[in-house]
């Protein structure tokens, strides 16, 4: 196998242990990315429209 298919396969067992060993704080991880990444797409469309605008 190679060395990135691995660290991939880890990665991903590792994740799936993580949300099954502890639910809530997954569900907590998950929802503050989506918030993050929320805020900057709406930063990004401010921007955006500032550009084209003015």
């Known amino acids: ?7 991939v396969l880890t990665g ?18 998950v929802t503050s990315i989506i918030d993050t990444l929320k805020d900057a797409a709406e930063a990004l469309i401010t921007f955006v429209r500032s550009v084209f605008q003015g």
């Open 12 to 29: 991903v067992a590792l994740l799936v242990f993580f949300l099954v060993t502890q639910p809530t704080q997954s569900a907590g991880i």
């Open 1 to 7: 196998m190679n060395t990135k298919k691995i660290l």
